[in-house]
Nanobody, 125 residues
Framework: QVHLLESGGGSVQVGGSLKLTCQAS??????MAWFRRAPGKEREGVAG????????LYAASVKGRFTISQDNAKNELYLQMNNLKPEDSAMYYC????????????????????WGQGTQVTVSS
């Protein structure tokens, strides 16, 4: 069982930056990811990380702008978001699963059994 709590969301103008934090009850050899869901849209995997070996995967829509990272000492997962756009506005969720993924499954919502409650990001022009 892993408990996840997201923080760091907020409102920002176009081109701005935010850093999301996911506080986990533990970070072991897990697959972890950030997902988002905007109103009327499907949940989208934006960044995934295999904590065992550092493999990262990004959605094309955020590659080059978002960075996923971890701090094992703090049991925290981060999502640094730069050059934010209005289409980045969504509820962002942290997810974790003990299964080992290093491929497309890092960004599939059905790969994960543990989810946080989400943090809202709003980007205005």
């Amino acid at each position: 069982q892993v408990h996840l709590l997201e923080s760091g969301g907020g409102s920002v103008q176009v081109g701005g930056s935010l850093k999301l934090t996911c506080q986990a009850s533990r970070i072991g050899a897990d697959s972890m990811a950030w997902f988002r869901r905007a109103p009327g849209k499907e949940r989208e995997g934006v960044a995934g990380l295999q904590t065992a070996d550092g493999t990262r995967l990004y959605a094309a829509s955020v590659k080059g702008r978002f960075t996923i990272s971890q701090d094992n000492a703090k049991n925290e997962l981060y999502l640094q978001m730069n050059n934010l756009k209005p289409e980045d506005s969504a509820m962002y969720y942290c997810a974790a699963d003990p299964r080992y993924y290093v491929d497309y499954r890092l960004l599939r919502h059905d790969s994960y059994n543990f989810w946080g409650q989400g943090t809202q990001v709003t980007v205005s022009s």
